[in-house]
């Protein structure tokens, strides 16, 4: 790590979850990653989490890995980085999604992450954001984007 702030790159590898049904709405993350990662040449991995079970997005694991690869295969020629994709599958990708994107870190060697959050609101005074646990469990950096 101490080369890599020498050389002046904080980073090796940015993981940026997604959510493949709505990923219209995580462009502002989505950018910011990319811009983060094109500035030192750094490598995107863009993680979903889904089920195991057929939906309306995929009806296996494989198809879904083969759109996650595509969209990741889009979003590198869009920003000129290099991006790959990595899927995580859940009984409750709900209920799950914190761990999930936390185990997609380790298994991926990201040490930073950027998502998407939301404004907060009463009910997030009593149940935290997705990004909040996250980042209040990683022991990576995170940087939340609203």
Same mark, same amino acid.
């Given at each position: 790590?101490?080369?890599?702030?020498?050389?002046?790159?904080?980073?090796?590898?940015?993981?940026?979850p997604i959510d493949l049904a709505h990923a219209?709405? &995580? !462009?502002? %993350? =989505?950018?910011?990653?990319? @811009?983060?990662?094109?500035? *030192?040449?750094?490598?995107?991995?863009?993680?979903a989490v889904t089920s195991n079970t057929p939906s309306a997005l995929a009806h296996t694991p494989?198809?879904?890995?083969?759109?996650?690869?595509?969209?990741?295969?889009?979003?590198?020629?869009?920003?000129?980085?290099?991006?790959?994709?990595?899927?995580?599958?859940?009984?409750?990708?709900?209920?799950? &999604? !914190?761990? %999930? =994107?936390?185990?997609?870190? @380790?298994?991926?060697?990201? *040490?930073?992450?950027?998502?998407?959050?939301?404004?907060?609101?009463?009910?997030?005074?009593?149940?935290?954001?997705?990004?909040?646990?996250?980042?209040?469990?990683?022991?990576?950096?995170?940087?939340?984007?609203?």
């Amino acid at each position: 790590m101490l080369e890599q702030i020498l050389e002046g790159h904080l980073f090796t590898k940015i993981l940026v979850p997604i959510d493949l049904a709505h990923a219209d709405k &995580l !462009e502002k %993350a =989505i950018s910011a990653g990319a @811009h983060l990662a094109k500035t *030192d040449s750094i490598p995107v991995v863009f993680v979903a989490v889904t089920s195991n079970t057929p939906s309306a997005l995929a009806h296996t694991p494989d198809e879904f890995r083969e759109k996650l690869a595509a969209f990741a295969a889009a979003e590198g020629q869009k920003h000129g980085i290099e991006a790959s994709g990595h899927a995580e599958f859940s009984h409750d990708p709900a209920v799950d &999604l !914190e761990h %999930a =994107i936390l185990k997609a870190v @380790h298994e991926t060697g990201a *040490d930073l992450v950027v998502m998407a959050t939301h404004i907060p609101n009463v009910p997030d005074h009593f149940w935290p954001s997705n990004g909040g646990r996250v980042a209040s469990h990683a022991d990576v950096s995170v940087f939340l984007v609203r």
